[in-house]
């Protein structure tokens, strides 16, 4: 079974700085990737999917990139809304990885 | 719009099983697959397994064959997951979601349904 590990586990940033979130799969994934964003009481967001493409309504700072094993979530400018657990998951067991929590100082 | 609602939280105890429903609307129920997909107290979100809502045929994941049964009714546009045997690494919020038309990512989720077991 292909496992994700997503780095780092939390990632503490000023508003206005940038986000890099990885993650990384045991095994080739393609493209099949798709990211998203949970925020505390709340279900999951679709926020990227198919590595690159943006979810309706995800404003244009969301960015994603990467193929094969290693993929990359990157929030150009960081908002206070920003602040959330996101989480990767790939097509080919739908498995999930464990998540990156990003704190806005 | 696209909603689906599921049904509200339960109390088991160990042993026992709990289905729980995720009613469609605002979208053709048969045009897509349903996941299911958990998340423990404080936890990440696991994945239990997909229906395809139109022929019925599922997918589960490897931990959750034989022990998590996947179904559908078409006529009022619901899926239902039911889980048997609970034991107390079972308490979970459990989340409904829908598998894109474009992508196999989920678009949209339920509200999720807090299972808790306990004796």
């Known amino acids: 079974e292909i496992g994700l590990t997503q780095s780092p586990a939390t990632l503490s940033l000023s508003p206005g700085e940038r986000a890099t979130l990885s993650c990384r799969a045991s095994?080739?994934?393609?493209?099949?990737l798709a990211w998203y964003q949970q925020k505390p009481g709340q279900a999951p967001r679709l926020v990227i999917y198919d590595t690159f493409n943006r979810a309706t309504g995800i404003p244009a700072r969301f960015s994603g990139s990467g193929s094969g094993t290693d993929f990359t979530l990157t929030i150009s400018s960081l908002e206070p809304e920003d602040s959330a657990v996101y989480y990767c998951q790939h097509r080919s067991n739908w498995a999930f990885g464990g998540g990156t929590k990003v704190e806005i100082k | 719009q696209v909603q689906l609602v599921q049904s509200g939280a339960e109390v088991k105890k160990p042993g026992a099983s709990v289905k729980v429903s995720c009613k469609a609307s605002g979208y053709t129920f048969t045009g897509h697959y349903v996941h299911w997909v958990r998340q423990a107290p404080g936890q990440g979100l696991e994945w239990l397994g997909r229906i395809n809502a139109n022929s019925g045929g599922t997918n589960y994941a490897q931990r959750f064959q034989g022990r998590v049964i996947m179904t559908r009714d078409t006529s009022i546009s619901t899926a239902y997951m039911e889980i048997n045997s609970l034991t107390s690494d079972d308490t979970a919020v459990y989340y409904c979601?829908?598998?894109?038309?474009?992508?196999?990512?989920?678009?949209?989720w339920g509200q999720g349904s807090l299972v808790t077991v306990s004796s």
């Open positions: 095994q080739s994934v393609f493209t099949y």
């Open positions: 979601a829908r598998e894109a038309k474009y992508s196999s990512a989920s678009d949209y």
